[in-house]
């Protein structure tokens, strides 16, 4: 399979780039949760450290790893570096060594700064990744990170769920990321996109902008949900996340 050559070669390269200092790799996110959708998923990597990378090794290592030079199969590949003891007993927002963004038809992003970026990404990867990820070199991922707090999770997903408001202008991705935040609050359990939009239609008077959603995420044709029906389904999804 396309997807497990890449992942062969890309842990390749990370241990050769990172040698001693490597403890782990680990495929997050929809691939290593097993909802991959391969039109519509990016490569999600979680790599472990024993000590500080330094900007240079984060440097060089996002080199070896660029789409220019590894051709992501995916929509792109996003991989994160951490420290072993910061995840050990994780406090938020949790600093990274590197966060590396690459993919066809777009430029690197090499972010070095942990200030930089929105802390509630990285936050709800990791949480969803204790529970689902799959190991590709060294121990599973839920054996390194420390307990996320429920609490921590829900700020998380309220920070997201506002992200969407303010920034997505895609309607249908608003909708689908609304369902899984609801879902999360209300069962205490993480579901891909498409099962979380399932769980949803069960509990809205209006399906149609879901299966909308879905429908345009699969790539079929459908007219796009306005951001007022995206605003109501994730009005639903504060409630529930509000409710504790």
């Known amino acids: 399979m ?3 050559r890449y992942l062969d070669a890309l842990t390749s390269r990370t ?3 990172l040698g001693s200092s490597l403890v782990a ?3 997050i996110g929809s691939a290593g949760a097993g909802w ?4 519509v998923s990016d490569v999600d990597v979680a790599v472990v450290v024993g000590r500080p990378l330094g900007e240079a090794s984060a440097r060089s290592l996002a080199d070896r790893l660029s789409h220019s030079q590894l ?3 995916a ?5 994160v570096v951490y420290r072993r003891d910061l995840l050990a007993e994780p406090a938020w927002p949790l600093p990274f060594e590197l966060n590396f963004n690459t993919g066809e038809g777009m430029a690197d992003h090499v972010g070095l700064d942990p200030s930089a970026e ?6 709800l990867d990791l949480a969803i990744a204790r529970e689902r990820s799959t190991p590709l070199a060294g121990p599973p991922l839920h054996a390194l990170l420390g307990d996320i707090p429920r ?3 829900l700020d998380a997903l309220r920070s997201a769920l506002d992200w969407y408001a303010e920034e997505e202008p895609d309607a249908a991705a608003s909708i689908l990321a609304a369902c899984r935040a609801w879902q999360f609050a209300e069962e205490g359990e993480w579901g891909s996109k498409r099962d979380a939009a399932e769980w949803a239609t069960g509990r809205l008077a209006d399906t149609g902008p879901v299966h909308r959603a879905l429908t345009l995420r699969g790539g079929g044709t459908a007219e796009f949900p306005s951001h007022a029906e995206a605003e109501a389904v994730l009005d639903r999804a504060r409630a529930a996340i509000d409710a504790g």
Do not use: S
């Open 75 to 79: 929509r792109r590949l996003e991989l």
């Open 2 to 4: 396309e997807l497990d």
């Open 25 to 27: 790799v680990t495929l």
């Open 36 to 39: 991959f959708e391969p039109e």
């Open 118 to 123: 929105a802390a509630h990404w990285f936050l």
């Open 151 to 153: 609490p921590d999770v």
């Open 71 to 73: 051709p992501c199969p």
């Open 15 to 17: 241990r050769r780039e």
